[in-house]
């Protein structure tokens, strides 16, 4: 079967997303550009940073008929010694080092579905969203980042776990911060039975019955920053995922891929 190819719309956003990027880029002010990585200066005496800007998001989506998800949202981040937030992530500084840390983590992510969410769907059993509990760890070098997350569905609407390792690098292309990456992700047999399998109750002509498997599916992605002045940036996130096999062969998936385009903008004050 012909491999599907991404919706327009999704494809459209992308490339006004990339020119949102170069034209933030062309009109910054700035003469001596920020490095991406770097934080922002902590005015002097202050012990937390505090910043909320906006994520436009478009998202393909892996199940038949769902098609692609748009959505804007909120973003608020905060960080002092001990605590790190941005946006549905909470983390709790166990050790920071200039080239390691450690963290427990609080995910909400927003995976689930409703049969309402596709025709294809329709007699499904609705899929909640979960909070994920659990713990991540970076370490640094001259050469680039290694990060490792390990969380478990704390919600336990899955009872799942999912393990994620990322390797990723900085290059800079005059005041633009270019980090391609390439992660693993792990999720075990819960965690896909419950997201991808199909229940006896479930099973209609066309839509045999399916029980999950684990599966390891490969994350390849690029993410650009900008600083337009010392309190404001701007990011866009590409990323394509290649599903697990166990995935893939869900007879509610009719994808090998699925992608992503995330534009986000924080000012911090």
Not at 1 to 11: D, G
Not at 111 to 129: H, I, Q, V
Not at 139 to 149: A, F, P, T
Not at 166 to 181: M, Y
């Amino acid at each position: 079967m012909p491999k599907p190819a991404p919706p327009r719309t999704l494809l459209s956003l992308a490339l006004t997303l990339a020119l949102s990027l170069a034209t933030a880029a062309a009109w910054a002010q700035t003469p001596a550009p920020v490095p991406a990585e770097a934080p922002p200066a902590t005015p002097e005496g202050a012990s937390a940073t505090w910043g909320a800007g906006l994520l436009v998001s478009a998202e393909v989506l892996p199940y038949r008929g769902a098609g692609h998800q748009l959505r804007a949202l909120p973003v608020l981040q905060f960080e002092n010694n001990w605590l790190r937030v941005f946006g549905p992530v909470l983390d709790l500084k166990l050790h920071d080092a200039e080239n390691r840390n450690l963290a427990l983590r609080l995910r909400y992510a927003d995976t689930g579905y409703e049969a309402k969410d596709s025709a294809f769907l329709a007699g499904m059993a609705e899929r909640k969203n979960s909070v994920w509990l659990g713990a991540k760890g970076e370490w640094r070098n001259g050469i680039g980042q290694l990060s490792g997350e390990w969380l478990t569905d704390a919600s336990g609407h899955s009872k799942g776990q999912q393990l994620k390792v990322v390797a990723e690098t900085l290059k800079h292309v005059g005041p633009v911060g270019i980090v391609p990456r390439l992660g693993l992700v792990w999720q075990d047999q819960k965690y896909v039975d419950y997201h991808f399998g199909v229940s006896a109750s479930e099973a209609r002509a066309g839509r045999q019955a399916y029980a999950g498997k684990a599966a390891v599916s490969t994350e390849i992605g690029v993410r650009l920053l900008h600083r337009l002045a010392p309190q404001q940036s701007v990011f866009l996130d590409l990323s394509a995922t290649a599903l697990g096999s166990a995935i893939k062969d869900s007879p509610l998936v009719d994808r090998r891929w699925v992608s992503a385009a995330r534009l986000g903008y924080v000012y911090r004050f």
